[in-house]
């Protein structure tokens, strides 16, 4: 799996589009033919399958790529605005459990230890925590005392909940400083029109028709521009971005997936599910993931186009889901890898699933799920 992070810089532009071509509703994006997409949100609570438990990969990206960016990139935009009396900072697709706080912990310690360092009065700081009306805030909530630690220093600081999709407007006109986003952004708006259903198959593979290629790409590049478009009417000139998300490496063959291999094993599980009866052909070709890995040049190029922000850097990392080696037999590292990539993958799915094909087979599904992964895994370390 390879994660781009991209650190852009807003700036001011005269915007021309009508206000019905600017806020085009979100819900009639999502409403498609595939209607499980409104489920889209984290598994939530802190049961064994959830979000808040099963999001190591995420933190890890923060820990290893994403902390370093996120301290410049703040820096930066503190100086540059002149050390501003109130600041209001970002997270969009927050999800459930404490990464959120991970994130804005660094951002608040960054500001506050730069004003001291100036001789500047700590500001006023606003952290909004973005996610879809479904995601489990409650959880995430759960977790300000363990915010409240890991501050050099309290200050000022307010923590609200913005419920919304980061596809259309969340804030008021040129109010926002710092946005980040992490492992949100990939996921689209809605499932692409026009997708072959005769396969079953989650997402594009190298025997997709180049058309669903297309069409996957048609609906980032809608949606991301979209995303941009907004962000450049709520942030301030001169404000800093910090998105990650799940990208590819390839260039020559649209249709190879180098960094997709858990959404292959996800469709290979729901076929083991048909051949033993217990979904129908028709079910699982009629459930495609509303999500979409870009290459670096199909990222550029979008945030180009728009002409809202300036990429300051662009960066690739690698990352898997848990086939590091570790200690202990090969065939306990094998099965313990595909148990842990099955609960990553269930808590981000698991609602979409259940909404299209019900939970009686949810359990079953990450069994074969764990299984395919540990089969994929011997592959790696033999």
């Known amino acids: 799996m390879d994660s781009i992070l991209i650190y852009t810089n807003s700036s001011s532009r005269c915007d021309c589009k009508s206000d019905d071509e600017k806020y085009s509703t979100v819900d009639e994006e999502r409403s498609s033919e595939y209607p499980f997409v409104s489920a889209l949100c984290m598994s939530g609570g802190d049961r064994d399958n959830s979000y808040s438990t099963n999001s190591l990969l995420q933190k890890k990206v923060l820990s290893m790529s994403t902390k370093s960016i996120l301290v410049k990139n703040t820096k930066e935009m503190l100086t540059n605005l002149d050390f501003p009396k109130c600041i209001k900072v970002a997270d969009l697709g927050c999800s459930s459990g404490q990464n959120t706080f991970l994130v804005m912990s660094e951002i608040i310690n960054t500001i506050i230890l730069l004003c001291q360092e100036w001789n500047q009065n700590s500001p006023e700081i606003d952290c909004c ?74 997402y594009i ?74 979904l129908s052909a028709s079910k699982v070709s009629s459930f495609k993931m509303p999500f ?51 609960s990553c993958i269930r808590a981000v799915t698991e609602t979409m699933l259940v909404a299209h094909f019900g939970d009686a087979i949810i359990d079953t599904l990450f069994n074969k799920y764990a299984y395919h992964v540990a089969q994929h895994a011997s592959h790696l370390i033999d």
């Open 129 to 202: 925590l973005n996610d879809l009306p479904s995601n489990d805030f409650n959880t995430t909530f759960k977790f300000i005392t363990f915010f409240n630690k890991k501050l050099t220093s309290k200050g000022s600081c307010f923590i609200s909940g913005v419920p919304g999709s980061f596809y259309s407007r969340l804030f008021p006109s040129k109010s926002v400083h710092f946005i980040n986003s992490i492992y949100s952004f990939h996921f689209l708006s809605k499932v692409p029109d026009g997708l072959e259903k005769n396969k079953m198959s989650v």
């Open 205 to 278: 593979t190298s025997s997709s028709h180049l058309n669903e290629y297309k069409a996957y790409l048609n609906q980032f590049q809608r949606d991301f521009t979209t995303f941009l478009r907004m962000r450049s009417e709520e942030m301030v000139s001169n404000g800093r971005m910090v998105l990650t998300l799940i990208g590819r490496n390839t260039l020559g063959d649209p249709l190879y997936r180098d960094c997709c291999h858990f959404w292959t094993l996800l469709s290979n599980s729901l076929r083991d599910l048909v051949f033993e009866g217990l």
């Open 292 to 342: 979409y890995d870009p290459s670096e040049e199909e990222v550029k190029e979008i945030i180009r186009k728009e002409g809202s922000f300036q990429i300051n850097d662009l960066e690739t990392h690698g990352f898997d889901l848990g086939h590091s080696k570790e200690d202990g037999s090969l065939q306990a590292h094998r099965v313990k890898a595909g148990q842990k990539e099955a």
